[in-house]
């Protein structure tokens, strides 16, 4: 076996602090700190900006509605806004996202209806939307199992001569999942059209990166696979978008897959249910919420001039809007038929499926029910 020498591989090796190009006080970092990339213009930062605080209002709407039982559980993304949308807003509606549980708001952003996106949150179906109408996968739970569907989908794309990439989301934590190694490792050989976006926010619901890993940073790893790593600063839309938009485009033209650590933060618990106080303090919480990625790109636009107070009223009112139609459609009761348990299991139904179908049917009949709950029954 030999390597094929006409292909070289690509300086893979990331930088050792996090790329950024707005700094925490919301000033653009002078050019030559951009390392050829381009900060992206004013009108993709006004939408970024738009989105986010959008997803912020319809997120902590969600929360909210949790204490009140209208969903079972929910992963805030608050905190993260950044990486989750300057990633998805680089993307073409084309492209396939490959998200996770904490992925909400970016499955949002792709533009699935709200009624839809909290379907399996609330226990009522395991996806709510057809993924093919939207180029968006179903959120998953199995941590890094979706990365193996974006390899598949980029790799059947690329045979197909699709010009199309699949970018998907991975915590730091599910890094260390035997999936990651297969997909990183198989996406390198076959040149996948892949773009891997580890958020990096630094838990495993309690358990702290330093647990998890000694490698200095997990874009590191990108080395061992032979594609190009980067080290990016997650709480910086420009930063992300940039660095997204450029991976896009060369594994949309045959450039192969690219690894990008966000590095960032939870600022909520790891879901409702979790209690953060007991694995970590305060202080160091609040450092990080000092950071927040809205408001920094927040001043960044006002030190341009690109966000007047008619603007922000306008992105307020949208982000109302928004969660008032989610607490709408979270607040009627699902009317649910229990005999669809045993649809879509198999493509030809098998007996011992039927028998079971017919138990529950009699069983729902003799309790006086047409099968349905929901809907105040
Ligand atoms: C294969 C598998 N093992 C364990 C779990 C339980 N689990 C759910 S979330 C989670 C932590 C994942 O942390 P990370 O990947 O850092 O993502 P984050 O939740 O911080 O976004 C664990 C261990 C799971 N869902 N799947």
């Not at 379907?119 to 395991?126: A, L, M, N, P």
């Not at 160091?284 to 030190?303: C, G, T």
Request: proline residues 7%.
């Amino acid at each position: 076996m030999s390597i094929d020498l006409a292909t070289p591989l690509p300086n893979v090796l990331p930088d050792d602090a996090p790329f950024r190009l707005i700094g925490d006080t919301g000033k653009a970092v002078p050019p030559k700190q951009r390392k050829g990339f381009e900060l992206p213009s004013i009108e993709t930062l006004s939408l970024i900006y738009r989105k986010m605080v959008v997803a912020r209002r319809w997120d902590t709407q969600v929360t909210a509605l949790t204490r009140q039982g209208r969903l079972s559980t929910y992963p805030s993304a608050r905190g993260q806004e950044a990486s989750e949308l300057g990633t998805v807003i680089a993307m073409r509606p084309t492209d396939w996202l490959f998200p996770t549980y904490r992925d909400s708001i970016a499955v949002l952003t792709r533009g699935v209806p709200t009624a839809e996106i909290l379907t399996s949150f609330r226990g009522d179906w395991h996806c709510g939307w057809d993924p093919h109408e939207y180029s968006t996968a179903p959120q998953v739970t199995p941590l890094a199992t979706q990365l193996l569907h974006a390899v598949g989908l980029a790799t059947a794309a690329k045979l197909k001569g699709d010009p199309i990439a699949a970018v998907t989301f991975i915590g730091d934590g599910a890094t260390s999942e035997g999936d990651s190694h297969e997909a990183f490792n198989f996406a390198g050989v076959w040149q996948a059209p892949t773009v891997f976006v580890i958020q990096n926010n630094q838990f495993a619901i309690s358990v702290p990166y330093s647990k998890q890993t000694r490698a200095r940073m997990l874009a590191d790893r990108a080395v061992g696979y032979g594609i190009p790593g980067f080290h990016v600063d997650g709480n910086d839309a420009a930063a992300v978008y940039a660095v997204v938009s450029s991976a896009l485009e060369r594994a949309r033209s045959g450039g192969g897959p690219t690894m990008i650590e966000c590095l960032t933060y939870r600022t909520e618990p790891h879901t409702n249910s979790d209690d953060p106080s007991r694995y970590r303090n305060s202080k160091e919480v609040d450092a990080w919420r000092a950071k927040d990625p809205i408001e920094r790109l927040e001043r960044y636009l006002l030190s341009e001039g690109a966000l007047t107070d008619a603007d922000r009223e306008s992105i307020n009112a949208e982000a109302e809007e928004g969660a008032r139609a989610m607490r709408d459609a979270l607040n009627k009761d699902p009317v649910l038929d229990p005999l669809e348990l045993f649809d879509h299991v198999y493509f030809a139904e098998r007996p011992a499926l039927k028998e079971q179908r017919e138990a529950l049917a009699s069983e729902l009949a003799s309790r006086g029910s047409a099968g349905r709950t929901g809907g105040g029954e």
